[in-house]
C-alpha cells in the first residue's frame, strides 16, 4: 500500500517568491492534515481537512498561507510571498475517518524548504 | 487545551545498553498517547499508541511504554538499544473523545554510541 506522497522533497527558494508543496494522501483517507515543522521542534498543525472541507485552519497564518482540497483527496499548500522564518519540514498526513477508534496519523516524508 | 513535555531533548546512550525518554503529558479529559519516530531526512513514524485497556504497550522493535496516569507520563523504554535505534522520538497526546487533535512535544534525539 502506498503510503503518503509529498513533492518536491527539497525547496530553496528566494525570500518573497512563492512556493507550492503536493501531497497525495493514503488511499481512502479522508483526513488529512498539514504541518509545520521547525528545526528542533516537534510539527505544529497548520491545517485540517475532512474530505475536502478545511475544519481547523486555525494556525494557519492566512495573510500569506492557503491550501486547497478540492476534490477531496491530494491538496497543495502554497506560501506567497515566503519569508525566511517560513524555512522548515512541511509535512503532510492524514488518517482515516476521526470517528474511528484507531486514531493513526500517516505521515509522508516531508518538504523541506529553504527560504534565502 | 493539552501539552506535551520532552524534558530531555537529546539523549546518548552505549549500544546495548538501556534507554528511557521521558514524556509527560497535561490534559483535564481522557487522552490517547502516542510515540512516533523520525530518521534522518524522513517523516515521523508511529512506534506505539495508548488507547486504552492494558497500561503497558509495546512496539515490534522492542521498545514499550508505560501509561501512567497519577503521574500523567507515557515514558519509552527499551532494554538494549541497536545503532539503528538512532532518530528523534516524538511523544504526542489526543483528547479521547469527540475530535482528537493530536499534540506533539518537542522531540527527544536519541544517539546510540557503538
Known amino acids: 500500500e502506498a503510503g503518503v506522497v509529498q513533492s518536491p522533497r527539497y525547496k530553496i527558494i528566494e525570500k518573497k517568491q512563492p512556493v507550492a508543496f503536493w501531497c497525495n494522501p493514503i488511499?481512502?483517507?479522508?483526513?488529512l492534515y498539514w504541518y509545520r515543522q521547525n528545526l528542533g521542534q516537534g510539527p505544529e498543525l497548520l491545517i485540517r481537512?475532512?474530505?475536502?472541507?478545511?475544519?481547523?485552519d486555525s494556525q494557519l497564518p492566512k495573510d500569506r498561507f492557503s491550501a486547497e482540497r478540492l476534490k477531496g483527496v491530494d491538496s497543495t499548500l502554497k506560501i506567497q510571498p515566503a519569508e525566511l522564518g517560513d524555512s522548515a519540514v512541511y509535512l503532510c498526513?492524514?488518517?482515516?475517518?476521526?470517528?474511528?477508534?484507531?486514531?493513526?496519523?500517516?505521515f509522508g516524508e516531508g518538504s523541506w524548504l529553504t527560504v534565502v | 487545551a493539552q501539552s506535551v513535555t520532552q524534558l530531555d531533548s537529546q539523549v546518548p546512550v552505549f549500544e546495548e545498553a538501556p534507554v528511557e525518554l521521558r514524556c509527560n503529558y497535561s490534559s483535564s479529559v481522557s487522552v490517547y498517547l502516542f510515540w512516533y519516530v523520525q530518521y534522518p531526512n524522513q517523516g515521523l513514524q508511529l512506534l506505539l499508541k495508548y488507547l486504552s485497556g492494558s497500561t503497558l504497550v509495546e512496539s515490534i522493535n522492542g521498545f514499550e511504554a508505560e501509561f501512567n496516569k497519577s503521574q500523567t507520563s507515557f515514558h519509552l523504554r527499551k532494554p538494549s538499544v541497536h545503532i539503528s535505534d538512532t532518530a528523534e522520538y516524538f511523544c504526542a497526546v489526543s483528547d479521547s473523545g469527540g475530535y482528537q487533535k493530536v499534540t506533539f512535544g518537542t522531540g527527544t534525539k536519541l544517539q546510540v554510541i557503538p
Open positions: 488511499s481512502g483517507h479522508n483526513t
Open positions: 481537512y475532512e474530505n475536502e472541507e478545511a475544519v481547523d
Open positions: 498526513a492524514s488518517s482515516p475517518r476521526i470517528l474511528e477508534t484507531e486514531n493513526t496519523i500517516y
